[in-house]
């Protein structure tokens, strides 16, 4: 079975910064691209950052210069370096990964979602 899991999320203050992991597990083949989203109340899920199995990265212009994106091949896992937080980031954060599994399917998983709450 393969899943993704997230962790890392939390209150932090406006200013603060937070480090969100998510490694994945299961019959993995290879992991291409790996994302963040983040979904706020009332709000449709948005891309935050991508990554691609190489390294090119691509983010949200409203975090650009202060989220930074990640990965580790090797562990199977991304992070989202996350600081100068506003409380406009406050959001449910979801990693995705697209990925090729046994038998020889590819599609995407999305971890279960950490909560991020930037408030004093």
């Known amino acids: 079975q393969v899943q993704l899991v997230a962790s890392g999320g939390g209150l932090v203050q406006p200013g603060g910064s937070l480090r969100l992991s998510c490694a994945a597990s299961?019959?993995?083949?290879?992991?291409?691209?790996m994302s963040w989203y983040r979904q706020a109340p009332g709000n449709q899920r948005e891309l935050v950052a991508s990554i691609t199995r190489g390294g090119s990265t691509n983010y949200a212009d409203s975090v650009k210069g202060r989220f930074t994106i990640s990965r580790d091949n090797a562990k199977k896992a991304v992070y989202l370096q996350m600081n100068s937080l506003e409380p406009e980031d406050t959001a449910v954060y979801y990693c995705?990964?697209?990925?090729?599994?046994?038998?020889?399917?590819?599609?995407?998983?999305w971890g279960q979602g950490t909560q991020v709450t930037v408030s004093s």
């Open positions: 299961g019959s993995i083949v290879t992991i291409y691209a």
């Open positions: 995705n990964a697209n990925m090729w599994v046994v038998p020889g399917v590819e599609r995407d998983y």
